[in-house]
């Protein structure tokens, strides 16, 4: 069955980085469309960031452009996000999630994804 594991959350300063990783199984992941969504207490799901299959087209959330990459290695079936200058507001669980395809319309909507990571804890302290 398919299986996304994501990793490499923790607490981390306001202003530092992590990454993020998310490998994929049981899926052919190059066909496959990816993405990061966040949730914080209290609050819906909300879209972060997400990849195409091929790694060629990336979209971000205004909250995190410029800020945030997304990345992905199709040789080792895994996600990334690189994420830099980190506020506060950007704590969460953040969530890997794939996609037979997506469009420009509907990748921030939760439901247009098919498979879901168990999320990674994110806690930016000021």
């Known amino acids: 069955q398919v299986q996304l594991v994501e990793s490499g959350g923790g607490l981390v300063q306001a202003g530092g980085f992590l990454r993020l990783s998310c490998a994929a199984s049981?899926?052919?992941?190059?066909?496959?469309?990816m993405g990061w969504f966040r949730q914080a207490p209290g609050k819906e799901r909300e879209f972060v960031s997400a990849?195409?299959?091929?790694?060629?087209?990336?979209y971000y959330a205004d909250s995190v452009k410029g800020r945030f990459t997304i990345s992905r290695d199709n040789a080792k079936n895994t996600v990334y996000l690189q994420m830099n200058s980190l506020k506060p507001e950007d704590t969460a669980v953040y969530y890997c999630?794939?996609?037979?395809?997506?469009?420009?319309?509907?990748?921030?909507?939760?439901?247009?994804?098919?498979?879901w990571g168990q999320g990674t804890q994110v806690t930016v302290s000021l």
């Open positions: 999630t794939s996609a037979r395809q997506i469009t420009i319309p509907t990748m921030r909507i939760p439901g247009e994804y098919d498979y």
């Open positions: 049981g899926l052919t992941f190059s066909r496959y469309a």
């Open positions: 990849i195409s299959g091929s790694g060629r087209s990336t």
